[in-house]
């Protein structure tokens, strides 16, 4: 059973009373712990296609399977509770807290989901910091910490909970080319240790990493 399994799904968003088709019909499946890469022009619908897939928002038609489930009819609450628990984001922008240390970054989603003391969240996620070769950054906040390291904090706090799968949205956009080798790397740990991964990328050698690479353009899959 694919982990994810998308058929016909289409994005339609309205601007005033004009349509803006984003997605025109998108099959796509993904099986467990492979590592796919999605390319394609700006304004192609990578970043709708993601945030579908990580139950941000909901397609205007199709269906979608996340891990046996289908979540496309899932609105508001019902939706977040599956993202909760299903999805790990990265995006370009890291998102991190500024006034939070790097490990209580890293905790908060598992705050969210509730059921684990503050103790308990905060040393697995020093756990897991230390995993990925963070271990000096521990009790740092954002502000003192490289791109490259600060993408790796987003990794960390994307993995915290478990996801059955890890999507990243451009994670090298902002950062220069050494920076970008180390979160890389670090993608590649985390696959090889079994994760699930998506991720969109403009850049080729990016998207090298990949087993499987998948380019859309004008919203469909390109042959
Ligand atoms: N919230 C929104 N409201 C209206 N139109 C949107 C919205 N988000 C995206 N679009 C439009 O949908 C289309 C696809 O956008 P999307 O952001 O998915 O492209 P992208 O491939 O991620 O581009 P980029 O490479 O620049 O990040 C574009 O025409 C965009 O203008
Ligand atoms: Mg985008």
Redesign the pocket.
Known sequence: MPLIEARGLT?V???GRVD?P?LRGIDLEVHEGEYVAIT????????????ILGCLDSPTSGSYRLDGRDVSGLRGRALAHVRNRKVGFVFQTFNLMPRMTTDENVALPLQYRGGISRRARLRRARALLERLGLGERIGHRPDELSGGELQRVAVARALIGEPAILLI??PTGNLDSKAGAEVLKTFREVHDAGNTIVL?T?DPNVAAEAARTIR?VD?EVAA
């Open positions: 994005k968003y309205r601007l803006v984003a394609g022009p700006s304004g192609s619908g990578k970043s709708t296609l993601m945030h949205d451009e969109v403009h859309l919203g």
